[in-house]
């Protein structure tokens, strides 16, 4: 699986611009939300879900 980097703070926050400058587009960020992978905490601000984290650590 293919991981692209993308710049986070400390607390895992993700600006959609870090996330659009990675190659995601606007419509892969929407997805990423709808399938639970990334939170929507406020416009352009997102987080990973805690639960992704943990069943990705364990595959």
Do not use: K, Q
């Amino acid at each position: 699986m293919f991981v692209i980097p993308i710049p986070t703070d400390r607390s895992g926050l993700i600006l959609r611009e870090n996330a659009v400058r990675a190659g995601l587009s606007d419509a892969d960020l929407d997805e990423a939300v709808t399938r639970d992978h990334l939170v929507c905490l406020g416009p352009g601000v997102f987080a990973l879900a805690v639960g992704y984290l943990l069943w990705s650590r364990a595959c």
